[in-house]
T-cell receptor, first 112, second 115 residues
């Protein structure tokens, strides 16, 4: 069964600090991996999309990495801001399918 | 232009009643998806529309759930005889197509509470 597991489930960090969120998946065959940010009460917003051949991709202070061999991804947030407080969802798309498999998300709280 | 919009934003209903949830996708997007997000769970795929093709209904949890998309644009998700376990946030997303890296743009969701 295709699964996406994220850790930690929740995380609290001080403003200005860095953090890294983890994602492991079993989706096969693999097409691409996406990270979404979901603010409370809002729909998810795409941060990055990485295909099999991409190891790293940045979007401002967000940097995602992908190791397709070990089926692991991480999202690194640099110099966190209060507005980074949200749930971060790892999403994997299988090859030959339009369906996405969603992780349960990591709830990040950035405090002053 | 405008993003994906959904209405209502919140819906409280009594067990056994029918509800209709509406989604207005981004203009020109041919693909439309419905998802359900229960508390503490990941998004669960419900149904997918692509252009004029027959929808993929494989994610609908029971025959109480149905959806239609009129004129390739607006979509309505209908839940008949609602049950308490139907309480969740229902999210709609649209994408330009269903290509490998097509980004899905999500609406704000409808929070459904069944009493």
């Amino acid at each position: 069964k295709n699964q996406v597991e994220q850790s930690p489930q929740s995380l609290i960090i001080l403003e200005g600090k860095n953090c890294t969120l983890q994602c492991n998946y079993t989706v096969s065959p693999f097409s691409n991996l996406r990270w979404y940010k979901q603010d409370t009460g809002r729909g998810p917003v795409s941060l990055t999309i990485m295909t099999f051949s991409e190891n790293t991709k940045s979007n401002g202070r967000y940097t995602a990495t992908l190791d397709a061999d070990t089926k692991q991804s991480s999202l690194h947030i640099t110099a966190s801001q209060l507005s980074d407080s949200a749930s971060y969802i790892c999403v994997v798309k299988g090859a030959g399918s339009y369906q996405l498999t969603f992780g349960k998300g990591t709830k990040l709280s950035v405090i002053p | 232009g405008a993003g994906v919009s959904q209405s209502p934003s919140n819906k409280v209903t009594e067990k056994g009643k029918d509800v209709e949830l509406r989604c207005d996708p981004i203009s020109g997007h041919t693909a439309l998806y419905w998802y359900r997000q229960s508390l503490g769970q990941g998004l669960e795929f419900l149904i997918y529309f692509q252009g004029n093709s027959a929808p993929d209904k494989s994610g609908l949890p029971s025959d109480r759930f149905s959806a239609e998309r009129t004129g390739g644009s607006v979509s309505t998700l209908t839940i008949q005889r609602t049950q308490q376990e139907d309480s969740a946030v229902y999210l709609c997303a649209s994408s330009l197509g269903a290509g490998r890296t097509d980004t899905q743009y999500f609406g704000p969701g409808t929070r459904l509470t069944v009493l």
